[in-house]
């Protein structure tokens, strides 16, 4: 029984000075803390009073450093074209050659659908066309041969009228010949007004029906056309909607080419971010598999998104290896050029009554000044600003409680 309270009361005794060890250790912390609050190097941080209110403030040295204004967010690939081949005639599909998946080069035959009687319906036009063209020569010699008749008509009357005015001049015929052979000249001149109207009116005519037989004959070719149907462009089958033998009409979808090349990818840039590029300004994307391409900016939109307040981009690069699908989260990175800058904590900003935003800090002469500020990025563990000394004495507590212009100590 004793033996057992032995080994309690040395076990108590134990636990008693491992609480009071850990105590001091805790103290001698404290102490330690506020010695480097004080003025530590390990944080080039110190105190000082400001002499006309009496005001303590803590005073760090900041450093400059190069920092890269590289741009760096996310964006989405996608397609250069795409479209739905549709058909544009009727018929059965006789041949299809092309699977889903496949690579086709534009002009590519890729379905034929059944040619019917459209050869027939060629044939026929390009006949009636023909009669007509020869319709529209002979009119025309017609008109010719007729025209030439009636000027020699009209000669021969002027010639009797002629010859009968001189008769009844000399006394020796009657105004009665004389008459006829009036009537018989205008009648041969009416009649050449006559002959142009009529074959004007015939020409017209069949000038009529030969546009009209030119469209049926254009449209008729379309057609014949229209049952091959060839790739609009260079690219990529991704759906196909008929098989062989399908009876299609205008307008039924045959199937969905792509385009990938070159590859777009389209982001978002702040307003902050967004006057630091141009169009072709460089730009890199990677996707999520590493693979990088160097592309260009080909697009800024002029106006905000209302709801984000950011700027959509497009972006071009090549994809001849077709290594980049449409639909995929990229990285977008856009090189700037390297800038001085210090890193801060954002609490020390503060504001001039003009609404200017800057630091107030302490100069070599001990006085308190004010240093405007613009802020370069964000980042988790504080701010980069622009726009100080190299080395800076920073006032990072206190600063709300002095002016600028009071005199420090330290």
Do not use: C
């Not at 040295?61 to 005639?89: A, P, R, W, Y």
């Not at 009554?353 to 405007?372: L, R």
């Amino acid at each position: 029984m004793k033996k057992s309270i032995f080994i309690a009361s040395f076990i108590l005794l134990l636990v008693v000075g491992w609480i009071g060890s850990g105590q001091f250790t805790n103290v001698n912390a404290q102490d330690d803390t506020s010695v480097s609050l004080s003025g530590s190097e390990e944080n080039n941080t110190k105190e000082a009073i400001v002499e006309d209110s009496g005001s303590k403030v803590e005073v760090k040295e900041f450093n400059f450093s190069q920092i890269d204004q590289s741009i760096e967010l996310q964006g989405q690939t996608t397609h250069n074209k795409k479209i739905d081949v549709k058909s544009e005639t009727t018929g059965n599909i006789t041949n299809i050659s092309f699977n889903r998946g496949d690579k086709v080069s534009k002009g590519d035959n890729l379905i034929t659908i059944s040619i019917e009687n459209r050869n027939e319906l060629l044939n026929s036009a390009k006949k009636d066309l023909e009669r007509l063209n020869k319709e529209l020569e002979l009119n025309e010699k017609n008109k010719i041969n007729r025209l030439s008749q009636n000027k020699e008509l009209i000669k021969l009357y002027e010639i009797e009228f002629a010859s009968a005015k001189q008769l009844i001049d000399k006394g020796l015929s009657s105004k009665s010949k004389l008459s006829l052979a009036s009537f018989n000249l205008a009648n041969a001149r009416a009649d050449q007004e006559d002959i142009m109207i009529n074959f004007e009116s015939q020409q017209s005519s069949i000038e009529a029906q030969i546009a009209s037989f030119k469209s049926q004959l254009k449209n008729i070719e379309l057609d014949i056309q229209n049952t091959l149907i060839n790739a609009p462009f260079s690219g990529i089958i991704s759906d196909k909607m008929i098989e062989e033998s399908e009876y299609i009409t205008p307008g039924n979808t045959l199937f969905t080419i792509i385009d990938l090349n070159p590859i777009k990818i389209q982001g978002y840039l702040s307003e902050f971010d967004v006057n630091k590029i141009n169009l072709g300004t460089k730009a890199v994307i990677e996707n999520t598999n590493g693979i990088k391409k160097i592309g260009k900016i080909s697009f800024i939109s002029p106006s905000a998104e209302t709801s984000t307040r950011t700027f959509e981009i497009t972006i071009e690069a090549d994809n001849g290896d077709i290594s980049f699908k449409s639909g995929i989260t990229t990285k977008i990175t856009i090189a700037g050029s390297e800038l001085k800058a210090h890193k801060i904590p954002p609490s020390i900003l503060t504001l001039l009554d003009d609404g200017t935003v800057g630091v107030k800090a302490i100069n070599n002469e001990s006085i308190v000044v004010f240093y405007p500020t613009t802020s370069v990025k964000d980042t988790i563990d504080g701010i980069w600003v622009s726009g100080l000394p190299d080395t800076v004495n920073l006032i990072i507590t206190g600063q709300e409680y002095v002016s600028v212009g009071e005199s420090i100590s330290n």
